[in-house]
């Protein structure tokens, strides 16, 4: 089965700088690639996605590249802000696929 | 419109008993999924609904842990004689169909077994 690893599990930046968290994947059948940001007593909410046809995509002032060969995928977050603080998660799905395989998360602290 | 809604938000129960989670997913989200997420940790999933079958439960990780889904909407999870290693928050999380679109997530039961 698909097997997800997401580096770093802890991630503290100051206010204003870049963050970029990683995920390499196993089955190079998934095809959809969605991350979840989790606030403290909520749950996850995805706030972008990339699918296998394309290799970045940005909203704002997030993005997501995605490199098929190597079977990874990354998050990059700029000009990081307080209310960027959260728990997230990569997962990957595969195109018949129902089920996602979740990252272990990575907690990211923005200091003010 | 209303999101995914679960009850309780919390939950104390002594070890030996027998509990019931709710999830009501969105209206019209014809796949239901139940995780659940320890201190910490990832989120393991348990169990996969289509409509009102389950096709894949192969995360439940005991007899003691089932679901059931009605009308194509409610699940309930029920976990009988809890133990300890039960305490975790269970979330449920709906999407439009199956695989490859967004899941939406409900808030979570915070379950304590004590």
Avoid at chain 1, 12 to 35: L, M
Wanted: contains cysteine; neutral net charge.
């Amino acid at each position: 089965g698909e097997n997800v690893e997401q580096h770093p599990s802890t991630l503290s930046v100051q206010e204003g700088d870049s963050a970029v968290i990683k995920c390499t994947y196993s089955d190079s059948a998934s095809n959809y690639f969605p991350w979840y940001k989790q606030e403290l007593g909520k749950g996850p909410q995805l706030i972008i996605d990339i699918r296998s046809n394309v290799g970045e995509k940005k909203d704002q002032r997030i993005a997501v590249t995605l490199n098929k060969t190597a079977k990874h995928f990354s998050l990059h977050i700029t000009e990081t802000q307080p209310e960027d603080s959260a728990v997230y998660f990569c997962a990957a799905l595969p195109l018949l696929g129902y089920i996602p395989t979740f990252g272990r998360g990575t907690s990211l602290i923005v200091h003010p | 419109g209303a999101g995914v809604s679960q009850s309780p938000s919390n939950k104390v129960t002594e070890k030996g008993k027998d509990v019931e989670l709710r999830c009501d997913p969105i209206s019209g989200h014809t796949a239901l999924y139940w995780y659940r997420q320890s201190l910490g940790q990832g989120l393991e999933f348990l169990i996969y609904f289509q409509g009102n079958s389950a096709p894949d439960k192969s995360g439940l990780p005991s007899d003691r842990f089932s679901a059931e889904r009605t009308g194509g909407s409610v699940s309930t999870l029920t976990i009988q004689r809890t133990q300890q290693e039960d305490s975790a928050v269970y979330l449920c999380a709906s999407s439009l169909n199956r695989g490859g679109n967004e899941q939406f997530f409900g808030p979570g039961t915070r379950l304590t077994v004590l």
